[in-house]
């Protein structure tokens, strides 16, 4: 990592009043509070106190959810009014479960991985009481899932594949296109979870033919809580009716009609009054991820993350990521025999990272970090680890 390469660009550290707390490399967790977003927010509460009901309702916030969405599915590879900002990432998730009848029907096959969130495994456990027959592609390692393993599980049964695109636990990045194609082969859908994706690695909804991307905003592409999305392939669009529903996803929703008619596209999978505090604060982090670029941010990453795991080597430390760089995200897991207390150490020495049991420490620098931050801190927890 020459000093050179690290300043080929404004990465707008003046931007996140965090930074000047310590080296940030949590941004698969929580990225930093953009200084501009306690602007938004108190933009947010200014408009509400002046608002009346008409033109809050049917303009102002009404709009915002459209431009918030339009901003996010390009990020996405998206087109326009392919994505529908939700609450978040679970019931994104929900939203898509509840467009299948799993009882009905012998397709009734979920494809997961051993590798996918949590949250995401709650969902489809309980969508089992409704018929869902969920098949866990495991891994052998922590690290991987190997790609035939998912290949193979996509089915003439199979309704929908259901992954990470990114692994919270290992950073593991799975082969979309392969896993698009086969899955159109058998007549099964996609949906891919890119929290730990979006804003740090480069997605082509559209060029994958992907039909489902969820995620949020809190992470990678610095914003707030309760900002999640759902993109929805536009021609998939008018073909699912969600049970799990509201107002918003009426046609006429201030017809305040009895009997439901989905809206066409993409608000069809809405639910009821959206998250207008949640929208503002996301707005000054896309405007920072929209001026530096995705192009560049990725390119950065690869860059920093390839550093960081042959580091690693060279010190003999268990990496719980994958060596290759078109198979991992935006952060590097080190294996560590007791991750709290390392974690306790690094932020006594102001180098904030998180862990995860059975992983070790996470760690993600982003475009704000330099070069030399990222050599820091390295080279301070190589000193913490020699003195455990």
Known sequence: MSAATSSIFNRRREEFPTLTSGIHLLSHSLGPVPRKAREAMIAYTDAWEHHTSEDA???????????????????????????????????????VASCFDFGASKRNKVVTTALDFPSMGYVWEAQQRLGARVEVVPTDDGIV????????????????????????????????RAIVERARE??????LDTYQSAGVVELKAAEWGVDFLIGGTIKWLCGGPACGYLYVRPALQNELQPRLTGWVAHAEPFAFAREMQYARGVRRFAQGTPNIPGLHSCLAGLDIIEEVGLETIAQESRRRTAWMVEFALEQGWRLSSPREIEGRGGSVMIGVDDAPRMVARLAER???????PQVGLRISPHFFNTDEEVREAMQILKEVMSNE
């Open 57 to 95: 309702w049917a303009t102002s916030w009404w709009e915002l959810s459209e431009k918030v969405g339009d901003r996010l599915a390009a990020l996405l590879g998206g087109a326009r009014s392919s994505v529908q900002v939700q609450p978040n990432a679970s019931i994104a998730l929900s939203v």
């Open 186 to 191: 058998v007549g099964a859908l996609v949906l």
């Open 350 to 356: 102001k180098v904030f990272v998180d862990w995860r």
């Open 145 to 176: 899932v190997p790609l035939e393993r998912i290949l193979e599980a996509i089915d003439e049964t199979a309704c929908l594949v259901a992954l990470s695109h990114t692994s919270y636990r290992s950073s593991y990045r799975v082969n979309a």
